[in-house]
């Protein structure tokens, strides 16, 4: 009886599903503008109420509930386009033009040194050391606290100066990016 109640479930799902899906893509791409990820929002939006299609298809308004669904799902869509959109713009915003007579064979240690790091130590370090962030600007920009940061760079440094030598990283990590460009780093 079990396989009856699910078959039936399915079949009203998949009607649900072919009445609604383009009016939910509509919807989506009208909260976002974006038409390339409504078809994306409207399908993520039905796989949700599929998985909750037994309280969905007893509510008085399924549609209006599916509707919901889209609506917080764009929502959170638009939010992290912003953050993206505030992340890029700062790492754009301390941008400073090329250095004359750039140490190329510097800034390929650095650079093969920092892909060596795992991407959250490297991001820390460089957005510290390269871009001269503070650390609650870098928490910011990272989307975590400033006691990852602390750690990250902390870490990341400790890594590069290994992978670099006895040399003071922090200083040829930021004097590299500078000259080179690469980063668009500030001298303190």
């Not at 959170?76 to 941008?95: G, N």
């Not at 920009?141 to 922090?170: D, I, Y």
Request: proline share 3%.
């Amino acid at each position: 009886m079990g396989t009856v109640v699910d078959d039936a479930a399915s079949v009203e799902f998949h009607a649900f599903f072919e009445r609604h899906y383009a009016e939910l893509s509509r919807l989506a791409h009208l909260l976002t503008g974006e038409p390339d990820a409504a078809d994306d929002l409207a399908a993520d939006a039905l796989l949700a109420l599929w998985h909750r299609w037994d309280r969905v298809r007893a509510a008085d308004h399924p549609v209006a509930y599916a509707r919901g669904v889209v609506a917080n799902l764009a929502r959170t869509r638009i939010r992290s386009a912003v953050r993206e959109r505030r992340r890029v713009a700062l790492f754009w915003s301390q941008r400073e033009e090329k250095a004359e007579n750039p140490d190329v064979a510097g800034a390929v240690d650095v650079q093969e040194a920092l892909r060596r790091l795992p991407f959250r130590k490297r991001a820390c370090v460089v957005l510290r050391h390269a871009f001269d962030l503070s650390e609650k600007e870098t928490a910011l920009a990272l989307g975590v606290s400033v006691g990852t940061v602390k750690s990250q760079t902390s870490k990341g440094m400790a890594e590069l100066q290994r992978l670099l030598g006895p040399q003071n990283a922090p200083q040829k990590v930021r004097a590299t990016m500078a000259r080179t460009g690469d980063a668009g780093g500030r001298d303190r």
